[in-house]
């Protein structure tokens, strides 16, 4: 009988082996016009989402500066593939506030200051949030973001739609920017420390 115990051993991974693949050629055979059931496309990372309906924009690499304390940021590649602009005008998270900046030329250098009126991002295009450029500033971390950390975002546009977005931190030692005078401080209305998760 060892014979028996092998070859049902063997047939089994078989078997799942060849209904994964019956799967995979079916689903193959849907209609292309069935756009429920279509991946993304590769502009729109698996870290976004939406509570109801499709995203906002997509994200391509989104990520944070691991920092231990004080003030850090979050970057990636916002994607616009509606033919009308979109403008984010916030972003929230649990570990800080969040503020939306950008680089400005300030007395013959460049320094960081909030981005009044928010970060447009044209119809059918992509803006970069990055070092040494626009990018979400989370203020006065409630706890240390270390390399691999996920930290979920939510972000608010123009329009009054939400969508959130999972971004990991990495290290990262570039774009020593120098701050605006008072920059560091809560903007009107905003406490220094963060809401409370819900």
């Known amino acids: ?6 070859s049902s051993r063997f ?13 995979v050629f079916a689903g193959g055979c849907g209609s292309a016009d069935d756009v429920s059931t279509a991946a993304p496309g590769p502009s729109v990372t698996a870290s976004v ?17 691991a920092a231990d304390e004080g003030m850090t940021a979050a970057f990636g590649t916002l994607v616009n593939e509606s033919d009308t602009d979109v403008t984010l005008t916030g ?14 030329m300030q007395d013959g250098k460049m320094v960081m200051q909030a981005k009044e009126g ?7 295009s992509e803006h970069a949030l990055e070092p040494g450029g626009d990018h979400l500033m989370l203020m006065n971390l409630a706890k240390p973001v270390q ?16 969508q959130t977005l999972t971004a990991v ?10 701050y605006a005078p008072g920059h560091g401080d809560p903007m009107p209305g905003m406490s220094a420390s963060p809401s409370p998760a819900r």
């Open 1 to 6: 009988m060892p014979s028996t115990a092998a």
């Open 11 to 23: 047939s089994r991974p078989s078997l799942l082996f060849t209904g994964a693949l019956l799967v």
């Open 49 to 65: 989402s939406v509570g109801a309906g499709a995203a906002v924009v997509g994200v391509r690499d989104p990520w944070v500066k």
């Open 91 to 104: 972003a929230t998270t649990e570990v800080s506030p969040v503020e939306l900046h950008e680089m400005a």
């Open 118 to 124: 928010g970060v447009v991002i044209k119809a059918r």
């Open 147 to 162: 390399a691999g950390d996920e930290l979920t975002f939510t972000l608010t546009f123009a329009d009054g739609r939400t």
């Open 169 to 178: 931190a990495k290290p990262f030692t570039g774009a020593q920017e120098s």
